[in-house]
């Protein structure tokens, strides 16, 4: 049976870190989506489509990558792509708090999906999409933090940079 995981988030935007997650997942899964939560009450920085024209772009010539959206439960999300495992990356023991809370309540709610979980590798245990935001916010150059076929300045974040 074909192995698919969803890797979900905000992605706003994609790093290293999360390609790095994905990179290394391939070995483990068939397919992956990579599914960038579209919250209407949350205010982000990159609308949803720029989001995924991004990392599209990443994976580009990776075919087992799918790219989508969705609003609601990720379980669901999950269900209705046929994806048995939840994919996460943890950087820290306050990830690790949090992931740990969500992925009981979604075994719960959800017991035929697995959570599965990749470390972070040192050089990237820093990077979060928060930081990223602000430096691009700021002006600053974030380039060495998102993968290096995404060309920021191609892109227009919600302050119109
Ligand atoms: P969310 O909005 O759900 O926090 P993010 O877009 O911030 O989602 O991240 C999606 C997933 O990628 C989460 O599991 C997060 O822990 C993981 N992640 C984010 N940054 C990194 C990184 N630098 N290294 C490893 N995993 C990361």
Do not use: W
Request: glycine share 6%; proline share 4%.
């Amino acid at each position: 049976m074909k192995k698919t995981a969803v890797f979900p988030g905000s992605f706003d935007p994609f790093t290293i870190g999360h390609e790095a997650i994905i990179n290394r997942a391939l070995s483990m899964f068939d397919e992956i989506i990579i599914a960038v939560g579209a919250n209407a009450l949350k205010k982000s920085f990159y609308p949803v489509d720029t989001r995924k024209e991004m990392i599209n772009k990443v994976f580009q010539n990776e075919p087992r990558v799918k790219v989508d959206h969705y609003e609601g439960l990720t379980v669901d999300f999950c269900k209705k792509n046929g994806a048995g495992f939840l994919l996460r990356g943890l950087r820290t023991a306050a990830d690790f708090e949090f992931e740990r809370a969500i992925a009981q309540v979604n075994k719960e709610m959800a017991p035929d999906i697995e959570s599965v979980f990749i470390l972070t590798v040192p050089e990237h245990a820093h990077i979060n999409s928060t930081i990223v935001r602000d430096i691009i916010r700021s002006g600053g150059d974030a380039s060495r933090f998102v993968p290096s076929s995404v060309n920021l300045k191609d892109y227009y974040g919600d302050e119109g940079l």
